[in-house]
């Protein structure tokens, strides 16, 4: 018998299912992910902590912070900026001389590796070190920084140097990053070996964000830019493997991929409300985003108060296997509020969401200490 074509309902129970997986410990979720994107927003949490709190059992905000000599893991660039397994940063590492990403990754001049040598002598005769004794130390001044603002030279030198890896973080420090001096083994590695560690970053890629339509395929693979400069002309031949190893299906026009020994036939619908940080797994691709849930979600922190439509913060609303809206929390006099709203203008008429979304903003009390 011919089998039956996949189904834009089979992607949308896929993608949720098999990213929200039944919570487990804090190191076997960072275990199975590889990667947890961070930002520092604090809308009511920071983004590591509210994608964490759907996939670590009775997960706490700042738990990763908390754990984070224990669990041995690192922060690192991969596609984007969070906290890594050593397995992955592995592959990763040792980089080039280059400045940090948002710097445009260009080869540091001959005074910046001046100033870098001098840096890197003090971190190894100090042992762990706070950006602050960094600059008081050196006291660089200031330089105008990616974002446009200005930025203290010698902590810029600190991330190029942790780009670099030859520094690692070691904790943090009410958030502030606590350095120490390091150094990656060298890699002299054959074309085959540079090709699998490619294809082994390609491969943490697609099994955080699949199924991914073509075009968010390529976005994803081609930002492993950031995190292999050394390697960046050798990305366009990993995508064209990618494509030709994965599993895929022609959806509506659309070519989408995913880990060739996942069955995306399998997936449970859902029953419950997940308010999702902007940078889950779920919906952080806004392609993929669009054509699972047919309406558009952007993330508007950066974007004028009087410009925005959904909110400074706006978590994502999942009701069962879809986004249907979206909800602003925040705290007023140790309450937490919700303002929420949806894309077709109206809550669900089903009785049970309500109840849902009560259960989820328990369960986000619990999550930042409040009472439930």
Known sequence: ????????????????????????????????????????????????????????????????????????????????????????????????????????????????????????????????????????????????NYWGGSSNATTQMLDALHYRGLVRVVRRENGIRIYRAHQHKPALLTEAERRSRIDALVDVVVNIYAPLPEPSLSFYIRRLRYAVPQWRNEIAAAQKRARERLAHARVAGVDWYWPEEENLRGAVIPTSVRLLAPFDPVVHDRTRFELLWNWTYRFEAYTPAPKRKLGYYALPLLWRDRVIGWTNLMMKNGELLADTGFAQGRPPKDRAFQCELDAELARIRFFLGLRT
């Open 1 to 144: 018998m011919r089998r039956a074509a996949i189904t834009s309902d089979d992607l949308r129970r896929f993608a949720v299912s098999r990213s929200l997986f039944p919570p487990t410990t804090l190191r076997c979720a960072i275990g199975r992910m590889h990667f947890v994107q961070a930002d520092p927003i604090r809308a009511p949490a920071r983004a590591q902590d509210l994608i964490l709190r759907h996939r670590v059992k009775d997960y706490r905000a700042g738990d990763l912070e908390r754990n984070y000599v224990s669990l041995g893991i690192e922060e690192d660039t991969f596609v984007n900026y969070g906290f890594v397994t050593r397995q992955l940063q592995m592959l990763m590492h040792p980089r080039p001389n280059v400045r940090v990403p948002a710097e445009g990754m260009q080869a540091w001049s001959v005074a910046e590796r001046k100033k870098a040598e001098l840096l890197l002598a003090f971190l190894q005769s100090r042992g762990e070190v706070h950006p602050r004794e960094v600059e008081e130390n050196f006291a660089h001044g200031r330089v105008r």
